[in-house]
C-alpha cells in the first residue's frame, strides 16, 4: 500500500503562513511520503482555482509526487441555497480533480447537524434526500474517470451502519467510502468493529489517531474536543494514540484493499515531527500486518 500525506496534515504551517500547499508537495516529497492528498485548494489572492489546481499539478509532476485524491466540503442534506445548486457545485469541485489529475474526490454528505434544527426524524429519512444527490454527482465523475465517496465524517453521517447503508442505497460502481481510523471515534464506535464492516467498501483509506479520555472524568482542557457521546478527544501522532491501527490494517489486508492510505495529523505537537514519525510508525505497521 502507498502513503500519502494529507494536506490538512500541514494545517498548522498554511494557516500561520509558514507553508503554502505548493510548498506541501516538496516537503511530503522529502519526507518519504509517495503521493499528496490535497484538502479543498488555498489559491493565493488573485489567483482561480482553476489555475492553482494547475499549478499544484505542475508541481507534482515535477517532484514525480502522485496526487491520489482531492478532498471537498459538500452539505447535500441542508445546502445553504438548494440541493441542485449544491450538486452543481460539487460537480464543478470533479472538474477541478480532474485538472489535478486525481483518480478519486472525497465529499461531505452532510457536514454536520444542529440537532433542534434538523427537520428529518432520523438516518433513515436522510437517506432519501443525499443518496440520489451523491449517484448524481457520481455518474458526473464517472464520465471523467474519477471515483467519489464520502468518510465517516460529521457526527451525522460517521457510524459504520450509516456509511454503509449510504454505499448500498447510492448503489453505483463508482461510489465508495473513505475509511477514517479515527473518526469513528467521534461517534463512540469502535474503530476495529467498524473497519471490518466498511472495509470493503474504501476506495481511500485516512490514518488518524486520538487520544481518548472517558467523559465522565474531569474536563482535560485545551486541545480536547468531544465526541457524540460526550468523551474527549485530542489529536495524537500516528501510534501514539488509542486507534487500533493494526486491526483496521488488518480489516483493509483481509477485504483485499491495496490503495492508498494518507496521513491525516491534526494532533498539538508540530505538524511536521506528527507527520514524520506517523509516517514511519504506520511504515512499520503495515509491514508486520502484511507478513
Known amino acids: 500500500m502507498k502513503i500519502a500525506a494529507s494536506s490538512y496534515s500541514f494545517s498548522q504551517y498554511l494557516n500561520n503562513g509558514r ?42 509532476e515535477r517532484h514525480s509526487m502522485p496526487v491520489s485524491n482531492f478532498t471537498v466540503g459538500a452539505e447535500l442534506l441542508h445546502p445553504s441555497t438548494t440541493l441542485e445548486d449544491e450538486i452543481e457545485r460539487v460537480k464543478a469541485m470533479v472538474d477541478l480533480a480532474a485538472v489535478l489529475g486525481a483518480p478519486s474526490m472525497r465529499h461531505d454528505a ?3 447537524y ?14 432519501a434526500v443525499v443518496a440520489p444527490a451523491c449517484r ?21 453521517c ?23 481510523m479515527g473518526n469513528f471515534l467521534c461517534a463512540d464506535e469502535d474503530p476495529a468493529a467498524a473497519f471490518g464492516r466498511v472495509a470493503p467498501y474504501a476506495f481511500y483509506v485516512h490514518a488518524k489517531d486520538f487520544h481518548v479520555k472517558n467523559g465522565g472524568g474531569c474536563n482535560p482542557g485545551e486541545g480536547f474536543s468531544r465526541s457524540r457521546g460526550g468523551h474527549y478527544l485530542r489529536g495524537a501522532i500516528i501510534g501514539h494514540g488509542d486507534v ?3 486491526s483496521c490494517l488488518a480489516a483493509l489486508r483481509d477485504s ?36
Do not use: W
Request: contains cysteine; hydrophobic residues 40%.
Open 158 to 180: 460517521q457510524d459504520s451502519e450509516r456509511v454503509e447503508a449510504l454505499v448500498n442505497t447510492v448503489a453505483h460502481e463508482n461510489f465508495g467510502l473513505l475509511a477514517d
Open 114 to 127: 444542529a440537532p433542534g434544527a434538523r427537520s428529518y426524524h432520523g438516518f433513515r429519512d436522510a437517506l
Open 256 to 291: 483485499g484493499y491495496r490503495g492508498n492510505i494518507a496521513v491525516e495529523f491534526e494532533g498539538m505537537e508540530d505538524c511536521l515531527t506528527g507527520l514524520r514519525i506517523g509516517l514511519a510508525n504506520l511504515r512499520r505497521a503495515i509491514a508486520d500486518t502484511e507478513r
Open 19 to 60: 507553508m503554502t500547499q505548493l510548498d506541501c508537495v516538496a516537503k511530503a516529497k522529502d519526507m518519504g511520503f509517495d503521493a499528496i492528498e490535497f484538502v479543498e485548494l488555498r489559491p493565493p489572492e488573485g489567483t482561480s482555482p482553476l489555475d492553482y489546481a494547475k499549478a499544484l499539478r505542475e508541481e507534482c
Open 110 to 112: 452532510t457536514a454536520g
Open 244 to 246: 487500533p491501527l493494526r
Open 136 to 156: 448524481a454527482i457520481t455518474e458526473y465523475a464517472a464520465e471523467k474517470g474519477i471515483r467519489t465517496m464520502v468518510e465517516n465524517h460529521g457526527f451525522f
